[in-house]
């Protein structure tokens, strides 16, 4: 998992506080892709960027979540007023491409995010 | 509606044995398939993939074989060894800009 670089490991939210969930991907790598995992499930695919534009967002939730990978800087996991269902551990990939033939997705070690 | 099925959470194999990890899946849209593994607390690593147009491929002590007509893979491991100890996803994907679909994972455990 050695390159794409996730921040906090643990983070610890009250309900109704927002968590920033920050993904810096491998060198060279301009493809961003967010999932989400839940315990005793597989990862569920959430949002994937190129910089500075979202190419699908289809498996994001609606309310209180976004997801920005701006020209300079990591890409960013909002989550607004947080609730107890948010608990997860939530997953950065990086690739040269879209993440398809012959371009496998490279993970960061993930950001444990506990609502308490 | 899930797409790519992992349909034994475990799987406990004596080291040196064949460890067989399956997987199907139901998009007959799929054209690229991938076996990543994963350790507590760590983000999945890429294992090994193969093409749609491939029915087997080998890296070393793993083979993944694709049956297309039965929309099913498979993952081996010969001999399996105690560090391959973990958790084992199947992902797939399809063409153009489709992200990549996981299976909910397999957990071997190779006894010494």
């Known amino acids: 998992n050695a390159g794409v670089m996730q921040n906090p490991r643990h983070l610890v939210r009250r309900r109704g506080q927002e968590a920033r969930l920050r993904c810096s991907p491998m060198k060279g790598h301009s493809h961003v892709y967010w999932y989400r995992q839940l315990p005793e499930e597989g990862l569920k695919f959430m949002v994937y960027l190129q910089k500075e534009n979202i190419i699908d967002e289809s498996g994001m939730p609606k309310e209180r979540f976004s997801a920005e990978f701006p020209k300079e800087g990591p890409s960013i996991l909002r989550i607004q007023q947080v609730v107890r269902g948010d608990s997860a551990a939530y997953f950065c990939?990086?690739?040269?491409?879209?993440?398809?033939?012959?371009?496998?997705?490279?993970f960061g070690n993930g950001t444990r995010l506990t609502v308490t | 509606d899930q797409q790519v099925k992992q349909n034994s959470p475990s799987l406990s194999v004596q080291e040196g044995r064949i460890s067989i990890l399956n997987c199907d899946y139901t998009?007959?849209?799929?054209?690229?398939f991938l076996w990543y593994k994963k350790y507590p607390a760590e983000g999945p690593t890429f294992l090994i993939s193969?093409?749609?147009?491939?029915d087997k491929n080998e890296d070393g002590r793993f083979t993944v074989f694709l049956n297309k007509s039965a929309k099913h893979l498979s993952l081996h491991i010969v001999p399996s060894q105690p560090g391959d100890s973990a958790v084992y996803f199947c992902?797939?994907?399809?063409?153009?800009?489709?992200?990549?679909?996981f299976g909910k994972g397999t957990r071997l455990s190779v006894i010494a």
């Open positions: 193969i093409s749609s147009i491939k």
């Open positions: 998009n007959s849209m799929f054209d690229y």
């Open positions: 992902a797939a994907s399809g063409p153009g800009n489709t992200p990549l679909v």
């Open positions: 990939a990086s690739s040269t491409n879209r993440g398809g033939s012959g371009s496998p997705l490279h």
